[in-house]
């Protein structure tokens, strides 16, 4: 295989990835065919955001796993923005609401409608739902400025709860797993924050890829170049993608890494 250069096409490029059913898979949290493609990645320079609703905990605890370069972390739906430096110090800018409110308008709302939260579940319960371990389950409870839930009452009620939510300025997004109650902040206005923060360090213009599966990702991919939405594991879409866009052939770290390897032989110019 021939390819250019990394310090050429590849620069200025930025990746922003969800985690879950994306980079790893949402059974099994496998990503083995994804190693390969982050280290090239690595190897060119480019950038990996992981943007997730888990915690800060959780996804440093990743990028350390991924051997990622230092790089901002969208947490919690983009109710936080980690920032990983260089010599191992971290910085947070927190752009939605407090967990502590969050949990003050659910306690409200118990009586009307039947659900359950992280906080509500706690360690075992949260342990039971996602398949963590007891360790990883403890760095998923640490949460700033969102809430997962699991919706036990009818569908149709759905809207209703999320009016109620709007009235204490909170927000209700469908994510992979869980519903998700923040507030105004969402993954694609982190993204923004991000870009930024890139543009006034880089020469280089900054181009986009964005991977997504789930409805909590699509503001993510409106503003990415270079979008790219996986199905799940039946082969279904719950993301559009414009048409300079990408559609994963298979689900989870298979696909991303699949698509991402078609964008990288694009961008570096190999064989």
Known sequence: MMCNSASGSAAGFLLFTDVDGCLVNKNDYGFAPAVPVLRRLRTEGIPVVLASSKTGCELQHLAE????????????????????????????????AERSKILRALNGLKPTFQFR???????????????????????????????????????????????????????????????????????GSAMDIVI?????????????????????????????DIPIAIPDPEGRFHVQVSSNGHRAGEAGSLGWAETMTRILDDVTGCD
């Not at 360090?201 to 503003?223: E, F, K």
């Open 65 to 96: 796993q991924f051997e990622l370069e230092p790089a901002p972390l969208i947490c919690e739906n983009g109710g936080e923005i980690l920032w990983r430096e260089s010599d191992g110090g971290n910085t947070r800018t927190v752009a939605g």
């Open 117 to 187: 939260s992280f906080a509500d579940l706690e360690l075992h319960g949260v342990m039971a739902a996602t398949n963590l371990s007891e360790a990883e389950a403890i760095r998923a409870l640490d949460r700033h400025s969102t809430e997962p839930l699991i919706w036990d009452d009818a569908p149709d009620r759905i809207p209703v709860f999320a009016e109620y939510l709007q009235e204490f300025g909170l927000t209700l997004t469908r994510g992979g797993r869980f519903w998700h109650v923040a507030g105004n902040a969402s993954k």
């Open 196 to 224: 930024q923060h890139y543009r006034s360090r880089l020469t280089t213009p900054v181009t986009t890829i964005a991977v997504g599966d789930s409805p909590i990702d699509q503001d993510m991919l409106d503003r990415a």
